[in-house]
Nanobody
Framework: QVQLVESGGGLVQAGGSRRLSCATSESIVSFNTMAWYRQAPGKQRELVAIIASGGSTTYADSVKGRFTISRDNIKNTVYLQMNSLKPEDTAIYYC???????????WGQGTQVTVSS
């Protein structure tokens, strides 16, 4: 079974930075995409950033220019570097892994990021 474990969340002041990590139990190259989602209380889960196996990346408009998704294939870890954080970035951040041709998605337990003004 696939396991994803997020870490790095915490309390950050507005304008600050934080780096989230997602450690996987399997080689990340076996997944077509790795992504970060987030969900604020009372709101739907939204896609934040995605990185494909070929290295291409896509970001939500709300985080473009501020967040960067990256990966380390040797350590089987995906990162989300968050800069210039805003209070509206407050949410639980989830790591996601997917394989094309499979309906099953894999999720981590989530890590809380709180941005104070």
């Amino acid at each position: 079974q696939v396991q994803l474990v997020e870490s790095g969340g915490g309390l950050v002041q507005a304008g600050g930075s934080r780096r989230l990590s997602c450690a996987t139990s399997e080689s990340i190259v076996s997944f077509n995409t790795m992504a970060w989602y987030r969900q604020a209380p009372g709101k739907q889960r939204e896609l934040v950033a995605i990185i494909a196996s070929g290295g291409s990346t896509t970001y939500a408009d709300s985080v473009k220019g501020r967040f960067t998704i990256s990966r380390d294939n040797i350590k089987n870890t995906v990162y989300l570097q968050m800069n210039s954080l805003k209070p509206e970035d407050t949410a639980i951040y989830y790591c996601n892994a997917a394989r094309l041709g499979s309906i099953r998605l894999y999720w981590g337990q989530g890590t809380q990021v709180t941005v104070s003004s």
